[in-house]
């Protein structure tokens, strides 16, 4: 276990030697203790983005995409202990922990190669011997600042990104989950990163996230968590014009047409809402079934929902584990309450189960509200748990203009076996990923990005890639017409 910050290629305490616990959600107890940085470690690990970006800039692409080849190797060999040290700080169950961390092996291994696709451009002018040559370079030092939820695979995505494109890094770790974060960037560094290139720093966000933020040497803030939390972010990027990408919450509408396979609408249904007990930017959060297979649908979804295994992540057995954080399980059950109290219909959960030997831990059932509609907390906010409301429709119109009664717009699933449903929805839909008759709106090689107040900016895919480059336009006038 690693348990220090990552400052200019040395692993250390804070300046201040503060630390900070980190808990098990399986019991509520804390297990180990982090460095709690400070202002100094901030700077001092800022610092040590800007010195490195100099040379790393100027690495050939060819070598930085080899490091990351090797790092990813590293990450895929050690899967096993980074996931199931996941599965502890986190509570998500160690297999699909480990399916993450492998997941994090697979993009740094993608923009290995999508950084030695960037090509730039040559284009021809009106006068004789002239063109115009557009290239890309890194952008500079960069800030990541991620979640708890997948603690591993967000941090890969801006890892993977910004080094294949020649930027450094300094990472603000989630303060839930440093553990795994801490150990998978071990294992990146150790395929031989220089010292500075990737710095780790755990502590609040609002200390620590907002000095990073404050130096205006970071060229560009990759955020990844709350709509609330990414508005000061945000806030402070201005006064330096500071590029930025932000991931933002979301609110995800499900369209189940009276049409759709209805075995793989509910089956998805389950996985979608659930997994990861919903702490999910893309869970699924509201659910609209056509009228006719309304009743037929909860049915389905209910047994769907009631197969799963909640217990210890750890055990190998458990489909869910404990929610990260007593305060989601507050914030769950205070949806539920409030769908209730006007008028929802709870059709399975509602409450916490006790799982023997684990009693103080943070654990809930997986929900399903029926009859809810948009006065309810559970399909207006982000509820950020294993809760799910479902409403009924009449036309192809009004549920699509339910699913955009939103602030969020990240993610979208239409369920129909209809072509031109799926084309009117998928257009309509205000949201940068649709998912049709699957549920799986992300996938490495594709952007993925929010609309409204999901955020903006890409990550995955090449656009992910050119969120750390710069364009520069060279006009050459070379003669020799
Ligand atoms: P938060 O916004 O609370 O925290 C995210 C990160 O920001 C943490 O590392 C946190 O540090 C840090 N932070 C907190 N305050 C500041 C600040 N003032 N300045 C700089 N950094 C700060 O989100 P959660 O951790 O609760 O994560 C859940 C949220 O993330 C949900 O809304 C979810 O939808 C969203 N999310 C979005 C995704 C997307 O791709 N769109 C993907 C996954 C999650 P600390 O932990 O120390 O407070």
């Known amino acids: 276990m690693i348990t220090k910050m990552l400052i200019g290629g040395n692993w250390v305490n804070a300046a201040d ?80 922990a480990i399916t993450e961390v492998q997941k994090a092996a697979d993009i740094l291994r993608y923009y290995a190669a999508e950084g030695e696709r960037v090509y730039g451009r040559i284009i021809p002018s009106d006068e004789s011997g002239t063109f115009s040559m557009v290239v890309y370079q890194p952008i500079g030092p960069c800030a990541a600042i991620t979640p708890w939820n997948y603690p591993v695979e967000l941090l890969a995505w801006k890892i993977g990104a910004a080094l294949a494109a020649g930027c450094t890094l300094v990472c603000k770790l989630p303060s839930e989950t440093p553990l795994c974060a801490l150990l998978f960037i071990k294992y990146i560094t150790d ?85 990861n007990m919903g702490q999910i930017c893309i869970a699924i959060n509201r659910i609209y079934a056509e009228r006719e297979i309304y009743e037929q649908f909860l049915s389905r979804f209910k047994e769907e929902t009631e197969k799963l295994i909640i217990g210890d992540g750890l055990d190998g057995t458990a489909d869910l584990g404990p929610m990260c954080k007593k305060q989601g399980v507050e914030a769950v059950t205070a949806h539920i309450s409030d769908a209730i109290e006007k008028g929802a219909r709870l059709i399975t959960g509602g409450k916490a189960p006790v799982i023997p030997g684990f009693e103080s831990g943070n654990w809930f059932s ?25 409403m009924p429709f009449d036309s192809m119109e009004e549920a699509v203009n339910l699913a955009n009664d939103s602030i969020y717009g990240l993610a979208a699933i239409i369920y129909t076996q209809n072509l031109a449903t799926v084309n009117y929805c998928a257009q309509a839909l205000e949201a940068g990923n649709v998912a049709v008759n699957n549920v799986d709106a992300g996938t490495i090689n594709a952007p993925y990005g929010g609309w409204k107040q999901s955020g903006f900016g890409h990550e995955h895919g090449p656009e992910g890639l050119y969120e750390y480059l710069n364009v520069k336009h060279v006009r050459i006038h070379a003669g020799g017409e």
């Open 17 to 96: 030697n503060k630390t900070f616990e980190v808990s098990d959600p399986r019991t509520g107890l804390p297990f180990a203790s982090v460095p709690l940085g400070g202002i100094r470690d901030a700077d001092a690990a800022v610092d040590a983005a800007c010195l490195a970006f100099k040379s790393w800039a100027k690495t050939n692409v060819f070598a930085r995409a080899a490091l990351l080849r090797d790092a990813g190797a590293l990450v895929e060999k050690n899967k096993q202990e980074i996931g199931r040290l996941m599965s502890r700080e986190q509570g998500k169950p160690a297999q699909e």
């Open 191 to 275: 395929a031989g990163l220089p010292g500075g290139v990737i710095n780790a720093l755990t502590g609040e966000g609002k200390v620590i996230g907002q000095r990073i933020l404050e130096r205006k040497e970071i060229r560009k803030a990759a955020f990844t968590g709350s709509t609330a939390v990414g508005k000061d972010v945000l806030a402070s990027c201005t006064e330096s014009l500071r590029r930025s990408s932000m991931e933002l919450g979301g609110s995800l509408p499900m369209l189940v047409f009276k049409d759709c396979d209805l075995d793989s609408a509910a089956i998805g249904a389950a996985r979608r809402s659930f997994k």
């Open 366 to 390: 997986p929900t399903i509200l029926a009859d809810t509609d948009h006065s309810m907390k559970i399909m207006s906010e982000e509820t950020f748990g294993p809760a799910v409301g479902v």
